[in-house]
Each structure stands twice: as structure tokens, then as C-alpha cells.
């Protein structure tokens, strides 16, 4: 229910409902001026935050672990960048509509707030003092005794009429000032509240367009983060495994190519005026150069020790009756023969088959079993033909072929029935124990078109008509993705390590599975080019460019778009008085 208005005519006879009414008039003026204080106070407190965040983003970089990112990780890597720019061209449309809120509606409402109801206020205060001076008089005046003289009461008189009739006016001039700003509010106050949401919706309107900028960008940054999230989720398996047999093996791994064959500490005994010692050192072998490698790990006083590179002529293990050491053998070099300890009997079995070391004479033990060379013959291919033809007779929609795990008995089974010498190549795929997560059992591996199809044609042509039966088949798999939910990325991630394991099972080779899994995307996704015959002679096989060229695919960024033009708002153009 609203306030009944408030007559001129009670300003005379100024009653207690009078006041009353007064009083409700004054307490919603006192709600109104609190309300625009409120306003005006909250104007400029989220913009510092979020420039602040934006400036953090920009600022930041990501650190990769390797030589060089996938398409995926370099976007994900400048996506807080693309952020920044988003939240800057965010931010620079709520400061125009800060702008906008001190021009249309905070310098209009601080307006008001001052010179209506502040006025209002000192009316009011100009009121209350003559109405408690003419109350005061008033009470003096009815004091006075009738006995005093004529002249003296007619003065009085004439002193009360005085002050009866300036709290009268004063009483209709506040009045008339209170029911003035009650009523101007409602256009003073909600005129410029309509043209700042005015401006917010122009805003929004922009922000509406920099949102469908900015969906393109989104959709393919989430299809890297679910490409990146895959790789994880592979590479973590490959890791805990190769985490867990380090775990239960403290063995040394020969290793090839540009590193050291072998390396890690051995004890070499040095011959002094006083006697025999043996010192620590941490020794390297390069096989195919046959360097020896020490570097001195104590340092003795009043020595100097240096880093010794020796030729490796022989190695030979020595007797444990010809020294008091454990683990010892001796090598014998183009600059000295030297006796060295290793640290245990493994390590020394290493250190020797390493550098090709022998036993000593009168014994015939061999050192070293050569491993079995496999190869592809007509038995491997109709066994992985006729497991391709029952995946896609049997399970090519079904959800989450190639990715769920099978069982390791049923895996062991079928694979020594098919390769049973007494009856070949005979298994029926269809009894009831055999299911499709039994046939595909399998694991991951990486790298680009060019490269990877002259390195296709580099194979042996078994390997690579094994390799194309195999392409053609996931190539299949895919087609059927909406039903079996297996698409090219999921695909890579399963056979990507699969079928280009590493060397050596290290922590670097795990990381590089994501790029394993990318050549195998290739592989599936340009099957046609790839098999379709070998690269043209005149084109030299694909080299990898260094990160700093352009990418074949650069990320989609949102940065390189148009910038915004914020048209300019007017304040109010209602005439004011």
C-alpha cells in the first residue's frame, strides 16, 4: 500500500498523523538515498581481478618433457594465450560498460542523490529547527501571566504570529519538496537504470558474436584435450608396467646405437708405493668404437685424478682363486691391461657380454644364447587373416572392439592351437569359448604422411604386406565407429605401441607413445596413398622440421579475428528540470 499524500492544509494544524505520515515519507527517502549510495560504491570492484587473471594467463607457459610437441599439445600449449586474449576483449567490453555505467547511470543517479535529496534533507533540517522554535515559544507564550501589561502581551503575540507563520511556510515548503523527489524519483532514478541496461544488452549482443567466434576454437581444443587425455591414459599403463619391472629388477640394460653400451660403476685397482687400492669409478663402453671410459669418482689428497679413455683389446673374467675380490675381470687395452670390480656377479656378466668377454682358459661355458630370429611366413599370415575375417564377421560393431582386454588364458590357448605342429593353422573361432576380446588382444605406437610412406616402402616386403592387411582391416573398424565407438584416434592409441615398440623400454620411450599413436592414424587415415604404391622416386624422403617452421595443421586460434567496435551509447535526452 503507498503513502497518502501529504496536504498543505495539515502543515497548519501539523497533528500527530500528520507527522506520521511525515515520517514514512522521510524513512523511504532515507532506503532510496542508501540504494544509490550502494550503486554508485559497487562501480569498479571485478575489473581489477579479472585483468589481473588475464595478464596471469598470458604470462603463462606450459613445459613439455622430449624435443618437440604433437598438433594437440601445441594448441592445448597456446590455448591459456587464446584465453587471455578472449578474457582482454571480454574485459575491455565491461570496462566500456563501466564507461558506461558512470556516464548513463552513476554521474545521473549521484546527481539526484545530491541535489534532490539533499536539498530534501536540508528542508527537512530547516523544518525541524523552526518547528522546535516555534514549539519552544509557543510553550513560553502560554506561560505568561494575564496580570502583565497590555503592551507587553500584544508583543508576545505579535512574537508567537512571527514564528507560527515561518514554521508554517517552512512546514509547506518541505512538504512540497518531500512529495517532489518521491515523485521525480521514478523517473529520475529508473531513466538512466533503463539506459545503462541498454548498454548491457548492446554488450551482451557482442558477447553473443565473440561467442560464436569463439566455438570453432573450443570444439578443437577439446578434441585435443581428449587426444591428449588418451595419450595419458596409454602412456600411464606403459609406465606403471615398466615402473613395476624396474622395480623387481635392479639389472643394467646394454643399450645401442650413439649411447654407451654399457655404463655405471666399477672398482679399478691401482698399484701405489705402499700397496694395492681400488678406487670408484663410473666407467662407459662404447661397443663400436671399443672406448673405455673412466672417470674418477674419489678424489685423493695430494692427487690429481683425471678422466681416462682407454682402446679395448680383450676382456677375459678372472679366476676367484687368483684375487681376493669377488666380480672381477680384466680387460686388456692398447694403453694398459686393467683388473676391475663390478658390484655384483650380474653386473659383471654384463660388463662382459658387453665388451665380448671370454672365460679363462679351461673353461667352456658360453656367456651369451643367441636369440631366436622370427620371422613372417605363410602360417603367420593365414593365422592373422583368419582372425581379421572373424573380427569382421562377428565384431566390427561391437562396442569397444580393439579396447577391451581379452583373457590371457583364452589368448595363450588359441595361439598355441593354432601353431601346434601336429595340426596347423586348424582352430574354430566360432566354439564357445573363444570371444572377440580374446582375438583382439593387442596394445599401441607413431609419426607423418611423407615420412611414414617412404619409410612404409623402407620395409621388408613381408612386413609391409603384413603391415597393409592389418591397416586395411582397422581401416574397417573405423568405418563402423558410430556403433563401435572405436574411431582413428582410439585406434592409434591401442596399436600405436603396438607395432612400434621401442628399442628400449625407458621412461623417454614412453613418453614418445602419443607420437607412435599419430603415425598410426596416418597409417589409417591415408591407407589409400600409403599402399596404393611406393613415394615417387624424385621426391626425397620427408625429413621432420625443426619445431620453429610452420606446422603442416596450425591450431585454430580466435586471436587473428576482427576486433569488436563498440558503438558509442548516449545518456538519457529526457528533459530535466
Not at 99 to 124: H, M, S, W, Y
Not at 399 to 421: C, H, M, W
Not at 441 to 462: F, I, M, T
Amino acid at each position: 500500500m503507498g503513502h497518502p499524500p501529504l496536504e498543505f492544509s495539515d502543515c497548519y494544524s501539523d497533528n500527530p498523523d500528520f507527522r506520521e505520515r511525515l515520517k514514512c515519507y522521510e524513512n523511504e527517502l532515507e532506503k532510496t538515498n542508501k540504494f544509490l549510495k550502494d550503486a554508485i560504491k559497487d562501480g569498479n570492484s571485478y575489473s581489477l581481478a579479472v585483468q589481473k587473471f588475464s595478464q596471469t594467463l598470458q604470462s603463462f607457459q606450459f613445459d613439455f618433457i622430449g624435443d618437440t610437441l604433437t598438433d594437440d599439445e601445441m594448441n592445448i600449449a597456446e590455448s591459456f594465450r587464446e584465453f587471455a586474449g578472449l578474457l582482454q576483449d571480454v574485459e575491455e567490453g565491461r570496462m566500456m560498460l563501466v564507461q558506461n555505467a558512470c556516464d548513463l547511470l552513476i554521474k545521473p543517479l549521484e546527481k539526484f542523490r545530491k541535489e534532490q535529496i539533499g536539498v530534501t534533507k536540508e528542508r527537512r533540517k530547516k523544518f525541524e529547527k523552526e518547528s522546535e522554535k516555534y514549539y519552544s515559544q509557543l510553550d513560553k507564550h502560554m506561560n505568561l501571566s494575564s496580570k502583565k501589561k497590555e503592551t507587553q502581551l500584544q508583543e508576545a503575540d505579535e512574537q508567537l504570529d512571527k514564528e507560527r507563520q515561518t514554521f508554517y511556510e517552512s512546514s509547506i515548503e518541505y512538504v512540497y519538496q518531500i512529495q517532489q523527489v518521491q515523485d521525480r524519483k521514478k523517473f529520475d532514478v529508473v531513466e538512466p537504470v533503463l539506459a545503462f541496461l541498454q548498454s548491457i544488452l548492446t554488450l551482451n549482443n557482442l558477447t553473443v558474436e565473440m561467442t560464436q567466434d569463439f566455438l570453432p576454437y573450443k570444439q578443437e581444443l577439446q578434441l585435443s584435450l581428449q587426444n591428449t587425455r588418451n595419450h595419458f591414459e596409454s602412456t600411464r599403463e606403459e609406465m606403471e608396467e615398466l615402473m613395476k619391472r624396474k622395480k623387481g629388477s635392479a639389472q643394467i640394460c646394454i643399450r645401442h646405437s650413439q649411447q654407451a653400451t654399457m655404463e655405471g660403476y666399477l672398482y679399478v685397482q691401482e698399484k701405489w708405493a705402499l700397496g694395492v687400492t681400488w678406487v670408484k669409478y663410473y666407467c662407459k663402453y662404447f661397443k663400436d668404437s671399443k672406448l673405455f671410459i673412466m672417470v674418477p669418482m674419489e678424489q685423493k689428497t695430494g692427487t690429481k685424478q683425471t678422466t681416462s679413455q682407454l682402446t679395448l683389446k680383450s676382456c677375459v673374467r678372472r679366476k676367484t682363486d687368483s684375487t681376493d675380490k669377488r666380480f672381477c675381470f680384466d680387460i686388456e687395452t692398447n694403453e694398459s691391461p686393467v683388473l676391475l670390480q663390478a658390484i655384483s656377479e650380474v653386473n659383471r656378466k654384463q660388463w662382459m657380454e658387453a665388451m665380448d668377454g671370454k672365460e679363462p682358459v679351461g673353461l667352456t661355458l658360453s656367456l651369451f644364447t643367441p636369440s631366436r630370429v622370427l620371422e613372417l611366413n605363410d602360417l603367420g599370415f593365414k593365422f592373422v587373416r583368419k582372425c581379421i575375417n572373424f573380427v569382421e564377421t562377428k565384431g566390427l560393431t561391437q562396442e569397444g572392439v580393439y579396447r577391451t582386454v581379452g583373457s590371457n588364458i583364452q589368448v595363450q590357448k588359441l595361439l598355441n592351437a593354432f601353431f601346434d605342429p601336429k595340426c596347423p593353422a586348424d582352430v574354430d573361432f566360432n566354439s564357445t569359448d573363444m570371444d572377440i576380446k580374446t582375438i583382439t588382444k593387442s596394445e599401441n605406437l607413431d609419426y607423418r604422411l611423407g615420412a611414414v610412406h617412404s619409410l612404409v616402402y623402407k620395409l621388408p616386403e613381408r612386413n609391409r604386406e603384413m603391415l597393409e592387411l592389418l591397416i586395411k582391416h582397422l581401416v574397417s573398424v573405423c568405418s563402423h565407429s558410430i556403433e563401435n565407438l572405436m574411431t582413428v584416434s582410439n585406434m592409434g592409441v591401442i596399436f600405436g605401441p603396438t607395432l612400434m615398440r621401442a628399442e628400449e623400454e625407458t621412461v623417454a620411450a614412453m613418453l614418445d607413445i602419443k607420437f607412435q599413436n599419430i603415425v598410426m592414424e596416418i597409417l589409417i587415415e591415408d591407407y589409400s596413398k600409403i599402399f596404393k604404391g611406393p613415394p615417387e622416386e624424385t621426391t626425397p624422403p620427408p625429413i621432420p622440421p625443426p619445431r620453429v617452421t610452420p606446422r603442416r595443421r596450425q591450431p585454430i586460434t580466435i586471436s587473428k579475428r576482427p576486433p569488436r567496435l563498440f558503438p558509442g551509447l548516449q545518456p538519457p535526452v529526457f528533459e530535466r528540470k
